[in-house]
């Protein structure tokens, strides 16, 4: 990936990936589970607190000030921080005491591409509170409960967005781990994901219930949130031809293995062929659906309509 507008990218996926089934289409073979035929979730929705609140969930579920606003364990990322690459970003990095820095090159064309895509609608809620990151990962290090209520995280997690204080959590040796092993457009895939569960909280996703595998639709969506991510850096010329295209599938397959092991009862999110699909649904959705591409993953959330725009 690289930091300036280049030579254009353009990809076709060489998948057979189709495209997301009606919300009243029931599931009728065996790789329909990216397409829902229900709600997100069984338990109602979580409200969209404001920064330094939390769901207090014996309150009525009242938005209130948290005690410690940034756990103390944790690194606030700026959302519009120079970043210190010129040029190609894969492997500009060289230690994981550049994690922050890493990370912070992503984050202002994640904005950008919220503010365009969200243009009709209040685009401020769509951004998440903050983006916390774990400095330091390993044993001894687990953070205070107290301090994400709501939200369980283990040193090692991936990256998650936490609906009851509305923040992105990092670990920044996971974080590290997938832009050295895997590549650099790892980590703003991975990061767009947890924008994809920003903007259903935003819509008011149902919470999953006690059954694990409701949550797979709305994973699956976020998903394809993802690539329509990927393809706007693709559109707007920020992809490297070649590298970046495999590094994304290569991201995708070291996701979904981590389900892969697992019963289908009790997965949480997509598999390697589903999280490939999901992904895909979006990347190829093109300027005129966007995010709208993603909608018929679950029944109860749709995140937008088709823009105005054109390829």
């Known amino acids: 990936m690289r930091t300036g507008v280049v030579t254009a990218l353009a990809v076709v996926a060489s ?116 983006y916390l990151l774990f400095a330091t990962a390993g044993p001894g290090v687990n953070p205070d409960p107290a301090a994400i209520p709501g939200c369980l995280f283990s040193p090692g997690d991936g990256p998650f967005y936490c609906p009851w204080d509305g923040n992105v959590y990092l670990d920044a040796g996971e974080v590290w781990n997938m832009y050295s092993q895997i590549g650099d457009v790892s980590v703003p895939l991975a990061l767009a994901h947890e924008l994809g569960h920003r903007f259903q909280h935003a819509d008011q996703f149902l919470q999953a219930g006690d059954d694990p595998t409701e949550e797979i639709p709305t994973e699956n969506q976020a998903d394809c949130v993802a690539g329509v991510f990927m393809d706007w850096l693709a559109r707007n010329e920020y992809l490297t031809p070649g590298d970046d295209a495999a590094d994304m599938v290569d991201t995708l397959v070291w996701l979904g293995q981590f389900e892969e092991g697992n019963a289908v009862s009790q997965r949480t999110h997509g598999d390697v062929d589903q999280r490939l699909r999901a992904f895909y649904v979006g990347y190829n959705a093109g300027w005129s659906d966007g995010l709208a591409a993603c909608n018929g993953f679950v029944t109860d959330m749709i995140l937008a309509g088709p823009t105005a725009q054109s390829s």
């Open 15 to 130: 998948l057979a990936v189709g495209t997301a089934a009606s919300a009243t289409t029931p599931p009728t073979g065996q790789n329909d589970p990216i397409t829902g035929a229900g709600p997100s979730g069984s338990v109602h929705a979580l409200p969209l607190c404001p920064v330094n609140t939390y769901v207090d969930p014996q309150a009525g579920r009242s938005c209130l000030p948290l005690g410690v606003p940034i756990p103390e364990e944790t690194t606030k990322l700026a959302t519009d921080a120079p970043c210190a690459a010129t040029g190609e970003l894969e492997g500009f990095f060289t230690d994981p005491s550049q994690t922050v820095a890493m990370i912070e090159c992503f984050l202002p064309l994640m904005g950008t591409w919220i503010t365009e895509e969200w243009s009709a609608r209040a685009a401020p809620q769509m951004v998440p509170n903050n």
